[in-house]
């Protein structure tokens, strides 16, 4: 398994391309630049097959549909999150984009918690993190972790656009906090970071001052 990154969109999201020993590759948040990442793959004579989302807000898979046309790569995000997926005010796309630009995009495959993603030699498990979004998920495997808007370093997503809930994101947390192994953490804006490095500095992970008093 190789991880290559590339900073996508208005916003510079992460995006992040994982391509297996077989050369076969997912994408995880597409969030623009659909042409950039096929000249990617096609330099590095990666097969998209593919497109995983942590979430469905428009700068995370701004570029989904236009790789699914190209390539025919399977669409996979979490079951609570397709409503959004589906809807141009729901998923922001109208502070980009006109609406009369905006394309629809349906999942070919919808997640539950515990569920894995598979790609031949890799395994992606999936936790359900709601908080940023009512179906936000991070996906991790051998060490590493995706961690969309639910986990920045230092810091966490926003709670404050549709069906986000600070209550759930604090939940969420906690479920990350619970996890023995520490993970590289390869968020969806901003630098990477590490979970036990999360743990011990990030506010939001219960090591605050708050929870010590």
Excluded at 19 to 44: R, S
Excluded at 144 to 153: A, C, E, K
Aim: include cysteine.
């Amino acid at each position: 398994m190789k991880i290559h990154q590339l900073a996508v969109g208005e916003l510079g999201t992460n995006c992040y391309i994982v391509a297996t020993q077989k050369n076969n590759a997912m994408v995880i948040d597409a969030g623009g630049n659909a042409k950039g990442i096929l000249q990617f793959l096609k330099e590095n004579n990666l097969t998209l097959k593919l497109l995983l989302l942590t979430h469905a807000h428009y700068d995370h898979m701004g570029a989904v549909y236009e790789l699914q046309q190209q390539t025919g790569a399977k669409v996979v995000l979490y079951k609570d999150e397709q409503e959004i997926l589906l809807d141009p005010t729901k998923n922001v796309a109208i502070h980009f984009i006109e609406m009369n630009e905006f394309k629809p995009v349906q999942a070919d495959v919808l997640l539950q918690d515990g569920d894995s993603v598979v790609l031949d030699e890799v395994t992606l498990q999936v936790i359900h993190t709601p908080g940023h979004t009512k179906g936000s998920c991070v996906y991790y495997t051998d060490g590493v972790m995706f961690s969309g808007d639910t986990l920045f370093q230092q810091s966490i997503g926003r709670t404050d656009l549709y069906s986000g809930n600070m209550n759930d994101m604090k939940a969420s947390l906690k479920k990350l906090i619970n996890l023995t192994e520490d993970y590289t953490v390869l968020p969806g804006h901003g630098n990477k970071t590490s979970l036990r490095y999360e743990k011990t500095t990030n506010p939001y992970m219960g090591t605050n001052y708050d929870d010590i008093f």
